[in-house]
């Protein structure tokens, strides 16, 4: 999202990426939510070419007044950190509520009430964490390890390269993509570094001048039937 705007400026295979389940997932999901009675997303204007559905984050009318009186807490959001696609969803919700509360032991309890999630959920991530040192006890109630590092378990599982893969699978369906439309491109191309984020650059327009149905039948195998045949 941009800073300082209400509007959702990431498309669904970023998204895709930031929340570690697939695009189409993501697609369902985005539907589901702006169908809602009282939704927390608006789509303002779909069928936008390249450019994703656009959509407006909203306050749900339910919760206005409420909204109005509590105060936001500072902090960091994060996407889901790589290293979280190995050990989980539920892990990473855990990690992130000990990360909030900064440093501060915390019991399981609290951690069901700041997650979300059922006590059964918790306590599984909790163990997670602590089998690869990322939290442990103190006097019955749960810190971060801070010497441990996110990062190099990522790369220890192999979810670097496969996050890696994933931006470059995308890359290759919107490149495709633009040469079906036909739609050159002439931004300047920065390189693909994963550690700056999940926004993908767009893709350099196809050298080649191959028509759509060149492409329709070198991809899916068509090819054209003469009229009376």
Not at 35 to 46: H, S, T
Not at 56 to 64: A, G, N, W
Not at 76 to 105: C, I, M
Request: aromatic share 6%; with cysteine; proline share 5%.
């Amino acid at each position: 999202m941009k800073t300082g705007s209400r509007y959702v400026a990431f498309g669904t295979r970023s998204l895709s990426v930031a929340t570690g389940l697939d695009h189409t997932t993501v697609a369902a999901h985005l539907r589901a939510l702006r169908e809602e009675d009282d939704p927390l997303i608006d789509l303002i204007e779909n069928d936008r070419g390249l450019q994703g559905d656009l959509y407006q984050l909203r306050i749900p009318d339910q919760i206005t007044a409420r909204a109005g009186r509590v105060a936001w807490k500072a902090g960091k959001l994060h996407a889901l950190r790589s290293v979280f696609r190995e050990l989980g969803h539920p892990a990473a919700f855990v990690y992130e509520a000990l990360e909030h509360n900064k440093g501060r032991p915390v019991r399981s309890f609290d951690l069901v009430t700041r997650t979300g999630l059922s006590r059964t959920a918790v306590y599984e991530a909790l163990e997670t964490l602590a089998a690869w040192h990322l939290a442990e006890t103190r006097n019955g109630r749960w810190v971060l390890v801070a010497g441990t590092s996110l990062q190099q378990l990522a790369e220890q599982f192999g979810c670097a390269d496969t996050v890696r893969a994933l931006l470059n699978r995308h890359r290759d369906e919107r490149a495709r993509y633009r040469r079906a439309l036909k739609i050159v491109d002439q931004q300047h191309i920065p390189a693909l570094n994963t550690t700056d984020g999940y926004l993908w650059p767009p893709e350099p327009p196809p050298a080649d001048e191959e028509t759509l149905l060149e492409l329709l039948e070198r991809e899916l195998g068509a090819h054209p039937i003469p009229i009376g045949a």
